[in-house]
């Protein structure tokens, strides 16, 4: 859950939403709004940590859409709105999963006491999930251990070694006549190319087994995130796939490390860039909140089954074939390195949402 508690409220009624949303933003809340079953859905694509949902809308039943929003944002409480209390409304509610019942009209103290509770419990089960998600990384790095660090030692060397011998070979090949080099500087070429990624394999191998000490800096996000873009525009060209920015003027600093972050937003847009199909799109933005900066990465690729999604943190846990599964665990060691959050949802382009929080420079 991200610092700044998102509130959705489903209602039809205006003038109770702008009630609520001046007394819930008062409370430094920040919050979206919809008036029916359909624009729920559409908003609760941008994320939410408790949705209000009054029983009737206009276009279909607020119990129906508990539903929905438990199975799509398991993470997220529901607490449910009625104007009149039956015993059926009341067990349909809690049969949809909401997390609690309010009687309209609600007085304010009840309100924000019910979604204090919502928010606290929402947290509480983040918290769970984290614990147990470290304890698994925990368990598997302790696997592969420090044997990790050592073998990735002694690859390196020969590594190192054969990297040397190739530049000999490439620079005695050049002495040939210009027509005859092409045969054998492309293999040569390809070599190098595979000893690179070996290379950079190692790397995260060994980031794993020894993270590093980080160096906090104040930080503008806008060159940090077009830099990686401008790497990838060539891979998403040749993806024909559209990756593009949208951060806001002004968006304040962040407190990080330049080439860990970069590190993040390269793993999470490569992942994206090679989750979406030819046309679909890809796109990076952020959002300043009181706290802390809210970064997203999200395509418009096939999404992520709900088993796969438990899994993806995990070292070494990967769906591709020539995947190593470091990608993600990076990058959420990365950010719990930085003090911030990480976590994944679907997006409105239609694929995976990866989005991550930064503290805000002081
Ligand atoms: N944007 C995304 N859309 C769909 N699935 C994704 C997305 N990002 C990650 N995944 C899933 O999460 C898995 C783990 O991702 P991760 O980046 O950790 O490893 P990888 O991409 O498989 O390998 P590596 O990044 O080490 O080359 C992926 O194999 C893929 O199944
Ligand atoms: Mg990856």
Avoid: C
């Avoid at 009054?54 to 449910?80: K, S, Y």
């Avoid at 046309?279 to 802390?292: H, L, M, S």
């Amino acid at each position: 859950m991200a610092l700044t508690p998102r509130i959705l409220l489903v209602d039809d009624n205006a003038a109770l939403i702008d009630n609520l949303r001046e007394t819930l933003e008062e409370e430094g809340y920040l919050v979206t709004s919809a008036g029916s079953v359909a624009g729920a859905l559409q908003a609760a694509t941008a994320g939410f940590d408790v949705a209000l949902v009054d029983l009737r809308l206009p276009d279909g039943n607020g119990t129906a859409l508990t539903e929905q929003l438990r199975n799509d944002h398991p993470d997220a409480a529901i607490v449910m709105l009625t104007g009149n209390a039956t015993l059926e409304t009341a067990a349909a509610a809690v049969r949809a999963g909401a997390f609690a019942y309010l009687v309209k009209p609600a007085s304010t103290p009840d309100l924000l006491l019910t979604l204090e509770q919502a928010l606290r419990q929402v947290k509480l089960q983040a918290e769970k999930r984290e614990l147990a998600r470290r304890a698994q990384v925990a368990e598997k790095l302790a696997a592969v251990g420090t044997m990790t660090a050592g073998l990735s030692h002694e690859i390196r060397n020969p590594l190192n070694a054969a990297s040397l011998q190739l530049v000999v070979l490439e620079r005695r090949l050049r002495k040939l006549p210009p027509l005859e080099q092409p045969p054998y500087l492309e293999p040569l070429k390809l070599v190098r190319d595979e000893i690179a990624r070996l290379e950079h394999l190692l790397q995260d191998f060994l980031q794993f087994a020894r993270p590093r000490e980080l160096t906090l800096r104040a930080l503008p996000l806008e060159p940090l995130v077009s830099a990686v873009v401008d790497l990838l525009a060539g891979e998403a060209e040749r993806r024909g796939v559209r990756l593009w920015r949208d951060l806001p003027v002004g968006l304040p600093q962040v407190q990080g490390e330049d080439e860990r972050l970069r590190q993040i937003l390269m793993n999470l847009a490569l992942n994206a860039l090679e989750a979406t199909p030819r046309g679909g799109t890809v796109r990076i933005w952020a959002q300043a909140r009181p706290e802390e900066v809210w970064i997203a990465v999200e395509d418009s690729g096939p999404g992520i089954e709900p088993a796969v999604r438990q899994r993806i943190f995990e070292p070494f846990f990967s769906t591709k074939a020539t995947g190593s599964g470091l990608g993600l665990p990076i990058v959420h060691a990365i950010v719990t390195q930085h003090g911030g959050v990480v976590g994944v949802e679907p997006s409105a382009l239609g694929g995976a949402r990866f989005w991550f929080t930064l503290l805000r420079a002081r």
